[in-house]
């Protein structure tokens, strides 16, 4: 018996190890298939993850044409296997969730519900990014717009949507203009479809719409017919260089004054016999070449004479540089050219002219002492094709007294080490020596450049390393830790700059770059690009928002005068619950671990100061105050409550359960909490209050089964609130009321107008219509038209003072 009872004992012995194994085998597998099922959003694309958004588009549309649900009927996983692409694609092209993924994986996404609808296969085929794959038009995007236009080139931009047929039949001549018009002037295209919010803040408002861009004018839309030569005539317009017509009475002096100022001559010369350039490719080449080379023609069949001394029998072309002897039997210094296209004779040209000033380790040090300068760092001889364009440089930052040189490495490695340029790359000095001075890390384009160097120049980044590094400074720092081949970090670099001028004095910005200070990006724990710490002293502080100038401001305003107010178990029962009766609050129960936590807690903040003076808005710790949110039944990380005025119970609370956790989608919903300060107009009320009243008014006209008049509603009430007291705020149902809002001639809703008291006058029925639901701009609106009723109407008051 003993035996037997022994042998069940060992043989329970023997279960439970092998039960325990068993589990833990399941448990270890389970995890595995969790771990799985994180996709690696970049492989699913086929794309590195230093792609730009460009090249993310190229590789989805490349898959979505074979793996469309449309193309695979036979299929039954077609569908889940194109939502997987189409999320990446979604994710990836957005800066902001693509700064999430990088950081936080798909944790950081559980609020975005991107990639969940997908168009059908013919979009993606002929709708979908109708530019990306045309080398002579830049697609440009919100991130690098910018930069384009401000450059100091002219620029002829093509706003579209997919969507449109318009844009569609607009396409192949387009790009027949763009090859045509390739070098003269900048060819580009935005998809507004992609860039929907970027398109309207521009004014844009029906496609194709074609707009030339220039720095220092205002954009020219163009209204003509869409044939290429059209096109043409209209883009030559804004080529402002010249072609110079030379003969007898101004050859000697013009070719004089330009070589003695360094500039040499393009020169077409028109005979009987050959072919001389065109009238409008000697244009192009003017403003291809404006302040490096003139252009000019001369008649060889009126000034046969001058011709003939110079040796010119037949039609040609011929570049002749500072100090060449103006004659055909010179081959030496002067550039005799066969081409007719101006591109060619462009690049043959460019090749000609000197190249950029060399620049030796003891001039480097003075020049930038006291100068700006942008400087190319080359390991050797910098390549051709681009030391060509970037001869241009001098021209395009002479207004702002930016010089352009290079420096060999090989030939003073020291100095390169010194600055942490171990490759070919670029840097803005900014006239205060060596050590102030940023390093580029953009695309090696023309224009890109030439908007750093404007921007480096005036800006307040600094490039860090261990030498220079602010860990022990007194003062507050901003520094940014980023990778070279990281889109977003690249996004982000121009906006620093933006922020680092208005927060002049009160911040310094640094940058480092990780992949060459890794060890010190490991001492601050640096783990996803890009990473932005501010180190006050002792403390050091995340930026978590959008990669926007300001946004920054808004966190480092933030950080000054905290819009969000820290609770612990004690002020939360003192602030919260024992809150006066006309008191609100919102508050977030988070974890700092929590992946949504992390995403919502810049929204959080912004939302507060939205709400400033409105809404008291706080947060908790529930991982530091476990206990106590255990005790609040709080369950989930984050969740948002709203505890409202004139409440019987203190605890009594309204739980967030929005799809959305941004500023505005919180903010909204808190407002929706507060007492109304508008009230509700019947068709006698209308009549009677507003149209024959002595009151100045202010209405919104809506309908209940209006989405967009849901979503305003809110809005409307914090203007009530704003303009309180000196105009009332009222509301129209058009649905209950649609003789009322017909004689207000009400064609959308939702619909604001204003109803001033001008005397004792009826008020028009048509009121004056606000064109914006801006609530801010609806109240400027409101006060600058009161101020011009009161001024006109004699009751304007304006204080007198004594004079001594």
Not at 120 to 137: A, C, K, Q, T, V
Not at 414 to 443: M, Q, R, T
Request: proline share 4%; glycine share 6%.
């Amino acid at each position: 018996m003993e035996l037997l009872t022994l042998s069940r004992q060992n043989c329970f012995k023997d279960y439970k190890k092998h039960f325990s194994r068993t589990f833990l085998i399941f448990i270890m597998m389970f995890l595995i298939a969790l771990v799985c099922t994180d996709e690696d959003y970049y492989k699913l694309l086929g794309v590195k993850r230093e792609a730009s958004n460009r090249e993310i588009r190229q590789a989805f549309k490349k898959l979505a044409l074979t793996m469309h649900p449309d193309k695979n009927q036979n299929d039954p996983d077609a569908h889940e296997k194109f939502l997987k692409i189409n999320r990446a694609y979604e994710v990836l092209k957005d800066e902001e969730l693509r700064k999430k993924y990088d950081k936080y994986g798909e944790k950081g996404l559980q609020d975005h519900q991107e990639g969940r609808q997908y168009e059908s296969w013919n979009f993606y085929r002929y709708d979908f990014g109708i530019y990306d794959d045309d080398l002579e038009i830049i697609t440009l995007d919100r991130g690098d717009f910018d930069a384009a236009v401000n450059s100091g080139e002219l620029w002829f931009v093509n706003f579209y949507s997919p969507r449109c047929s318009h844009c569609h039949d607009l396409a192949p001549t387009w790009r027949e203009f763009a090859k045509e018009m390739d070098g003269a002037i900048r060819i580009g295209a935005v998809n507004c479809g992609d860039n929907r919010m970027f398109c309207r803040t521009k004014g844009i408002s029906s496609y194709p719409s074609l707009y030339i861009f220039r720095a220092g004018m205002s954009p020219v839309k163009y209204f003509g017919d869409r044939s290429r030569d059209n096109l043409i005539e209209f883009a030559m317009q804004y080529i402002t260089s010249k072609v110079t017509e030379l003969g007898t009475a101004n050859f000697v002096k013009a070719i004089k004054t330009a070589f003695d100022s360094g500039i040499g001559w393009l020169i077409t010369f028109c005979s009987d016999t050959g072919d001389c350039l065109s009238k409008e490719t000697k244009l192009k080449l003017a403003g291809m070449l404006e302040g490096l080379v003139n252009v000019g023609w001369m008649n060889c069949v009126t000034d046969r004479e001058l011709c003939k001394s110079l040796d010119i029998s037949s039609s040609t072309t011929v570049y002749f540089p500072p100090g060449a002897v103006i004659s055909s039997k010179d081959k030496n210094s002067a550039l005799f050219l066969s081409s007719l296209d101006a591109r060619e004779v462009y690049g043959e040209v460019m090749k000609h002219l000197p190249p950029l000033e060399m620049l030796s380790a003891t001039t480097l040090k003075d020049k930038v002492t006291y100068h700006r300068w942008l400087v190319f760092f080359s390991f050797g001889e910098m390549d051709e094709v681009g030391a060509n364009d970037f001869k241009k440089l001098k021209v395009l930052l002479k207004s702002d007294h930016i010089q352009v040189g290079r420096f060999d490495c090989q030939s003073a490695n020291d100095v390169c080490s010194d600055l942490y340029i171990h490759s070919p790359n670029l840097a803005v000095f900014k006239g205060k020596g060596l050590k102030d001075y940023e390093v580029y890390h953009g695309k090696k384009l023309l224009y890109d450049i030439v908007s750093f160097a404007k921007e480096s120049v005036t800006a307040h980044v600094v490039t860090l390393g261990p030498q220079n590094f602010p860990s022990n400074k007194k003062e507050p720092w901003l520094v940014d830790f980023f990778a070279p081949w990281c889109p977003p970090c690249l996004a982000l670099l121009p906006e620093l700059r933006k922020a680092s001028r208005q927060l002049n004095g009160q911040l310094h910005f640094g940058t480092l770059d990780c992949t060459i200070h890794e060890s010190l990006c490991n001492t601050y724990n640096i783990r996803a690009y890009p990473t932005t710490l501010v180190f006050n002293q002792s403390s050091v502080l995340e930026y978590e928002g959008h990669h926007s100038a300001e946004q920054i401001l808004e966190f480092i305003q933030d950080l000054m005068n905290p819009s969000v107010v820290t609770l612990t178990p004690e002020t939360f029962e003192e602030l919260v619950k024992r809150r006066k009766k006309d008191e609100m609050w919102m508050v977030d129960f988070y974890a700092p671990w929590c992946g949504p936590c992390q995403a919502l807690m810049p929204e959080w903040k912004r939302m507060a100061r939205l709400l400033n003076g409105l809404i008291n808005v706080g947060s908790v710790d529930c991982q530091k105050y476990y206990s106590f949110c255990h005790q609040e039944s709080v369950r989930a990380y984050p969740e948002v409550r709203l505890f409202p005025q004139s409440s019987k119970k203190a605890s009594n609370h309204y739980i967030y359960n929005g799809w959305h956790r941004d500023a505005y989608s919180l903010r909204a919903w808190g407002l929706g909490y507060l007492p109304r300060a508008s009230v509700d107009l019947t068709h006698e009320d209308f009549t009677q209050k507003v149209l024959h009243g002595k009151d100045s008014w202010v209405i919104d006209f809506y309908a209940p089964w209006c989405g967009p008049c849901q979503s305003f509603a809110p809005e409307f009430e914090l203007l009530a609130r704003t303009v309180k007291g000196k105009v009332k705020a009222g509301k129209v149902d058009c649905q209950s009321y649609p003789y009322t809002c017909q004689t207000a001639g009400i064609r959308a809703y939702p619909t604001v107008k204003f109803y001033p008291f001008l005397g004792g006058k009826k008020k028009n029925e048509e009121g004056e219509y606000m064109n914006t639901r801006d609530v801010n701009v609806i109240a400027e609106t409101i006060n600058k038209r009161l101020e011009e009723i009161s001024v006109k109407t004699g009751t304007h008051s304006s204080s007198k003072r004594d004079e001594l």
